[in-house]
Structures are given as C-alpha cells and as structure tokens.
C-alpha cells in the first residue's frame, strides 16, 4: 500500500497530465458530433472483437465436453446409417428392433478410448479402455472416423487387445466402389504405417490410381462401406496375373483417438455357421476377414 | 493561435503542477468561448506537460538566472535557439490540437502539413506582436 501511495507521489506531475487530459478528451466526445461518432464506432467495434475472444477462450475450454457430445450423437446417427439397417424380419424377430430408434438394426456401437497404440513395429496392437464388461469381445471390429482401425483379438475385464491394420497378420478384402467390386486382399508389409499391399487383384481390372476403397459387404466382421484408403500406385507385368498396388490408408494411425467398437448383434450364429462351413483347403487362415 | 504568446510569457520557474490546471482553465476558457469543446484544453494540457520537458531539454536554469532572465529570450542562447523553441512549442499545440480536430488516420499528413504551417504563421504573429508591444 505504501509503496503505491509513493509510487503516485512520484509520478504526480504525469498522472495530473493524465487525468486533465482524459477530462478534456471526454468533453472532445461529448460535445463534438464528429469525433464522437468515429469514438463510438472504434469503441463499438473493439467491443465486439473482445466478445469473440472471450467466446473464443470459452468455446476452448468447453471442447471437451462438445466433443463427448459429438461421440454420443455420432454413434446414434451411426445406428440409423443405411449399412446398419436390415429388412424387417419376416418373423418380426424382435432381437433385431432397436428401442431408440425404431429401426431394425444389425450392429451395436461401443465407443472407446485408444490408450496404447504403435506403428514401429511389424505386428502392431492397439488397446482400447473398454473391456467386455462394456461388451467387447472377441473378433468385433474397430473403426475410427477416418475408416478402419482392426479387429478385437481378447477382451480383458476393462481393456481391449486390437489387432490393427498394421499388422502383417491383419488381411482384408476391399470393395472398388467404382467397379463395383471385392477382389484381393490387403495387408501390411511392415514398412510405412501409411501405405499397405494389395495383392491378388487379377490383372484385367482396370485398376486406377485414385480409386477408392471400402469395406466389402461380404465381410462377416465389418460393415460394408468403410473407407480403407485410397490406391496411390498400381503396377502390372505379363508374367504375373495380379496387380500390384499399393493403398494410402485413410485412418492415420499416428493420431487414433476415439474409436468404435462395431458388435454384430448376431455375431455368434455367424461364428458357428462359418465353423460348420466344409472347408476346402486347410490353410484358411483364422485372421482372415473375408 | 497567438495566444500561444502566454505560454512564452509564463517564467520557467513556475510550479508544474499550477502549471498543468492553469493550463486546463485556460484552454476551457478559449474553448467555451470559442466553442470548440475539449480541443483547446486538450492541447494547452498536453503543452503545458510537454513545455515542461522541453524547458529541461532547452534552457539552463543556471546561465539564465545569471542573465536575469524568467522566460526563453534571444539573449539566452541566440535567436536561432528561440524561434526553435518557440516553432517546437506552436508545433506541438498544433498537431495535438488537429489531430483531434480531424481524428481519423487518413487525414495523418494532412494534419502534420497544416500543424507545419500553421506553427509557422503562429511564430510569425508573435513577432508582429512582440514588435508591437516591444520586445518584453
């Protein structure tokens, strides 16, 4: 306190210049139209400027919430996408039925929290804080807002083991939107986390670069249209059959965040007729997505 | 503005402070009656500070008291010392009194060219007027 009270007495001579001066500009306000008009505008316009960052600053601190609010209203607007929804049951099979929307549906949606994640090695895992006491299990797939992420390999109480796509183990067949088809198979060579293989593509598809991947609708484990990536190269010679092409992924692993956890609600009758299908060659791989 | 003339009559050696509220009446005053609300207060004031430096930056209190002197003369340091004195200190009134007789960025040479000249017709009055009255 002392020390503001010598403070002003020693900058009296200043502080009373301050003070006459700032009278003497209020009267200039006042009483001229002019110059109070060009005040009141510049004022007004400073006004507005400090309530958008304080909006700004406030929207910032508020994001987290806005964005839990967009994950909970993306996963009911999932539940209503076209992919989700299967024709009526004949039966009226009532297990189908979702009470909130009303529609018949195929999937279930669990969002989680990406809480581990790597690209530096050649088979990645990704886990995820949701367990099977959220109802995680075995073979659900996972997908980022950005296209596919893996599949659930084991489900612990709360945690989630994920293989990802960079895995070398990890196979899945796209579908070309624009040729209207599934053929061959990606997987990850290990070397760039942005860039997989797609092999066995037989050599008279016109493949061309640019085409976009999907989610092929004859996959038991993921939905039909979820983007995989984009083909950036392809290559044909005479001496081989196939295409060799390589995809840009669209999910970009460096920055996984939400993910959802896709549940096929009759995933078990699908497991048991795919066990009791007669297999025609013994290495059919399990991992296989087909 | 020849009444600038009083600020060049006022000796140094007067308090800053009576200085400074002498200014702000004054400048009321010419305002009032001439009604132009603000402007000339604004700018006496802002004189009123700024003399006070520039009295610190120009005149030697000492080699004057020695010469007699109260206020800036000729005799102090020579006549081009005066009129430099004496244009800074009409220049100063000026711009600060245009740049709020104008108030908006655009007219900024504008009112640096009509402080300029009007500074200069200034000293030229007072001259007249110092030739006038005589040369105290």
Redesign the interface.
């Known amino acids: 306190m002392l020390v503001i009270f010598r403070w002003i007495r020693n900058q009296?001579?200043?502080l009373?210049?301050v003070l006459?001066?700032v009278?003497?500009?209020?009267?200039?306000?006042?009483?001229?139209f002019?110059?109070h008009s060009?005040y009141f505008s510049q004022a007004l316009g400073a006004h507005r400027k400090l309530d958008k960052w304080k909006s700004d600053v406030k929207s910032y601190f508020n994001l987290k919430v806005v964005n839990e609010q967009l994950i909970a209203e993306n996963t009911l607007l999932k539940q209503q996408l076209n992919w989700n929804l299967t024709y009526s049951s004949p039966k009226r099979d009532t297990t189908y039925h979702d009470d909130k929307t009303g529609n018949f549906v195929k999937y279930e949606y669990i969002q989680a929290r990406v809480i581990r994640n790597g690209v530096q090695d050649q088979n990645n895992f990704i886990i995820l804080d949701r367990g099977y006491k959220d109802g995680i299990k075995r073979h659900m797939s996972v997908v980022s807002p950005m296209g596919i992420v893996g599949v659930v390999v084991e489900s612990a109480e709360h945690y989630s083991l994920v293989m990802s796509v960079l895995n070398s183990k990890f196979e899945i067949t796209p579908y070309f939107y624009d040729l209207k088809t599934s053929q061959g198979v990606i997987s990850w060579n290990g070397e760039d986390p942005e860039i997989v293989d797609l092999e066995e593509v037989n050599r008279f598809v016109k493949v061309k670069n640019g085409m976009k991947l999907f989610t092929s609708n004859y996959s038991l484990l993921f939905p039909a249209g979820i983007p995989i990536g984009t083909i950036v190269s392809s290559s044909s010679n005479l001496k081989s059959n196939f295409h060799k092409i390589k995809v840009r992924l669209a999910t970009d692993f460096g920055q996984l965040d939400v993910v959802t956890v896709i549940k096929n609600i009759h995933q078990k009758e699908l497991d048991v007729l795919n066990q009791s299908m007669p297999k025609e060659n013994e290495t059919n791989n399990h991992d296989r997505n087909r | 503005m020849p009444y600038l003339m009083l600020f060049l009559t006022i000796p140094i050696s007067v308090n800053k402070f009576g200085m400074l509220i002498g200014a702000f009446f004054f400048g009321m005053t010419i305002d009032a009656l001439g009604g132009s609300m603000g402007m000339h207060t604004a700018a006496c004031v802002s004189l009123a500070f700024i003399k006070y430096h520039i009295d610190n930056y120009f005149l030697d209190e000492n080699s004057m008291q020695l010469q007699g002197l109260s206020v800036m003369h000729e005799d102090h340091k020579g006549w081009q010392w005066y009129y430099i004195y004496m244009f800074s200190i009409a220049f100063i009134h000026h711009l600060i009194f245009f740049t709020f007789d104008y108030f908006r960025w655009s007219a900024f040479f504008t009112v640096i060219w009509i402080s300029f000249t009007s500074a200069i017709s200034t000293v030229f009055f007072v001259l007249i007027f110092r030739m006038l009255i005589g040369k105290r």
Not at chain 1, 24 to 29: E, K, L, P
């Open positions: 009296a001579h200043p009373l210049f006459l001066l009278s003497a500009i209020t009267q200039i306000f006042r009483y001229h002019y110059q060009i």
